[in-house]
């Protein structure tokens, strides 16, 4: 049976599950209450950057199966499922999730529900959600209609979004207790998903705080691995070890493996630190804020990375950002992404800036986001436009054109050939032989 299919909150989740479920043959209705956005999404203009997807939208778009929207009542009389995809941010001046925006849009749909359907939330919350808004549903769906909730939890990475909902490594179904509910919510969800399903994906049905918590904590283990090896680089300057070295025997060890082990200026985006944030909360909340103690440092840890890059940068110049000039080279918080959310490479930044110094940005692909979120830094237009008369040169985005940078053409431009290497990207013999006074987070400087 085919399901005619709606997303709520079309961002970079939604816009790509949206598109997505469509290029499976899916009929596919898309909302958001941006209407700007859903304006551009409808003309094939894809509102982020995501290696890709415009392609898979505007493949959607013109044989028909994609659609955009910002009418609620239009996605209640279309969808067999609805997928909601709203935002989960940090709440201001809080660890906790702001849940306004899944409670307005699950408050909203729920009374226009004539029909039997399924809702499927899909965005990261906090574990006990999914219930709450289970039993929101049965209070305001009408008596004619018949809902029902799961929970989908989304693994995608941003950079690798196609590809990662197309192949998933797994997907993860949360559904109520009731039998009849339950086996429904699954049979639908198996046939919305057959084809990763005959692809042999792991399919795991579980209860809805189970599935809710899947996703968090796989957000936790990715944020203590990187601050892990990030702790290790701490240990690595004050011993005289090389951090990269360190991490490339670790990954030999097929029990540590090497991805998520590569030390440097730490994570941010949308994502894990918010996340792991919401998690302590809500742990707190429940009694067991002993569980997850460790995440406080895991959080701090990554914190420090950011202090440590300002401190060295500073201390290349002698001690004072005043009157000198630096070149940042990265804005978004990792490559092949225009997300500057939480951004270790912005933050950097603009701390710098703060402290009196000339900064000038460039990235390839997130300065519009970079110039909204911190409109006081200067901008560049490419790397060597940002690093023109500086005084230091920070690596702390490593897209692929900065590792490939020519350490002879960048000298030409600067005033002083000093560079921080904040993702140990670059070659430090590279870069030494061409004269540049390399140093990097986590490994030793020799003299
Ligand atoms: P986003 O901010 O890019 O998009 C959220 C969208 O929801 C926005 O377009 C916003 O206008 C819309 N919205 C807000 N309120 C609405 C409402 N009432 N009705 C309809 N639309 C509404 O966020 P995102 O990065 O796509 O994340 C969405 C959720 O997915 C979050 O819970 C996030 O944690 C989770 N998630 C994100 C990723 C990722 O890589 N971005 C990966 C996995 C899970």
Known sequence: MTHRLTVIGTGYLGATHAACMADLGFEVLGLDVDERRIERLAAGDLPFYEPGLETVLKRNLENGRLRFTTSYEEVAEFGDVHFVCVGTPQKAGEYAADLTYVDEAVGTLAPLLHRSCLVVGKSTVPVGTAARLAERINRLAPADGDAVLAWNPEFLREGFAVQDTMR???????????????????KILREVYAPMLAAGTPFIVADYPTSELVKVSANAFLATKISFINAMAEVCEAAGADVTKLSEALSHDDRIGGRFLGPGLGFGGGCLPKDIRAFMARAGELGADQALTFLREVDEINI????????????LLGGSFIGRTVGVLGAAFKPESDDVRDSPALDVAATIRGQGGKVTVYDPKAMGNARRAQPTLDFGESALDAARDAHVVLLLTEWAEFRDMDPHALAEVVAERNIVDGRNALDPDRWRAAGWN??????????
């Not at 420090?304 to 201390?315: Q, S």
């Not at 390399?438 to 003299?447: M, N, S």
């Open 168 to 186: 998933p490594d797994r997907i993860v179904v949360g559904v109520p207790g009731d039998g009849g509910a339950a086996d429904r919510a699954e």
């Open 304 to 315: 420090r990375r950011r202090i440590r890059m300002v401190d060295l940068a500073r201390l």
């Open 438 to 447: 390399y140093r990097a987070l986590g490994r030793p400087h020799p003299g």
